[in-house]
């Protein structure tokens, strides 16, 4: 093998995890132009239920199905996964997108630094609660913050957390089907809400072709390129790349959705950048990475 393909062979995983993480920003910013006709609900709904539906038909999980399912965690993985993204709809409906995927990141970091007992995990979750001070802080104390986008996307990152505890045990026993049940479950859960908040505008003809690029942009391409990137990444390095989420999502909320955010603002996203990163790449654990970008969005 040339120098030149042994490079290629290594930057392509790495390439392929960040396209994912930006694909999935960028279908989050794309939803927004649901928003207006069926809701931050009733998209939350289509994007499932496309989705679900997506996973379904390249997975089959039917065809690979566990002797004895566990069927708790997968219940449970379900659940999370649809308050992850119903939440993250309704957060970003009032906030902006960079701020409210900054503000979700909380849930998988709380994971990661309140299951450890070292140290520099102080450092880490320190730095982020100086970041989320800094996307919240003056908003808050001026009362220019949204309360319920606020509270909205921190019960996001309550659903995320229990997605990465639920998934952890529910992917030992569906192995590569958990993205589909679980997707699938959450759409049985949030379509009702959606049809509650917008009944029938949910099947107009002209949302549909945007409802199914959502759903192929924050679903289908990126569980594609992460399929192909964890096998060939450090479990470590998926995850400091991922945590650039935040990121893609300031950079993609300002290009698509024209939002701006004030310095401090930035700084506190990068501070939140920094503090999953950096737990990331100090952990000791060496299990495998978890998808857990799937339901936020």
């Not at 290629?8 to 910013?29: H, K, W």
């Not at 809701?39 to 199905?65: I, K, T």
């Not at 995927?101 to 849930?107: D, E, N």
């Not at 990163?277 to 000791?284: F, P, V, Y």
Request: net charge positive.
């Amino acid at each position: 093998m040339s120098t030149a393909t042994g490079t290629i062979g290594r930057l392509l995983p790495v390439a392929a995890c960040v396209a994912a993480t930006a694909a999935f920003q960028i279908g989050a910013a794309m939803a927004k132009g649901l928003f207006p006709e069926v809701g931050a609900q009733g998209a939350a709904a289509m994007r499932l239920v496309l989705g679900s539906a997506m996973l379904l038909a390249w997975l089959r999980p039917w065809r690979d199905w566990p002797e004895k399912p566990a069927w708790i965690p997968l219940l449970g993985l379900g659940v999370a996964s649809a308050g992850a993204i119903l939440f993250f709809y309704l957060a970003i409906a009032r906030l902006p997108l960079g701020m409210a995927i900054a503000l979700q990141f909380l849930g998988p970091l709380a994971v990661a630094v309140l299951g450890s007992r070292r140290p520099v995990d102080v450092l880490w979750a320190a730095l982020a609660a100086a970041g989320v001070w800094n996307l919240v802080g003056a908003d808050l104390a001026a009362d220019r913050l949204d309360p319920l986008g606020l509270a909205a996307a921190l019960a996001a990152a309550a659903c995320w957390a229990g997605y990465i505890l639920f998934g952890r045990v529910a992917a030992t026993a569906f192995g590569r089907s958990t993205p589909a049940l679980a997707a699938t479950i959450a759409a049985v859960l949030v379509l009702p809400v959606g049809v509650q908040h917008a009944g029938s505008a949910m099947l107009a003809p002209h949302l549909l072709p945007l409802a199914a690029l959502v759903a192929l942009v924050s679903v289908a391409i990126p569980f594609s390129l992460e399929i192909f990137a964890l096998p060939r990444l450090p479990a470590r390095t998926f995850a400091v790349l991922t945590s650039t989420e935040p990121a893609f999502g300031a950079l993609f909320g300002f290009l698509v959705l024209h939002e701006r955010m004030a310095a401090a603002q930035l700084l506190g996203v990068g501070a939140v950048i920094v503090a999953a990163a950096g737990s990331a790449w100090s952990s000791t654990r060496r299990g495998p990475a978890v998808v857990t970008d799937a339901p936020p969005a």
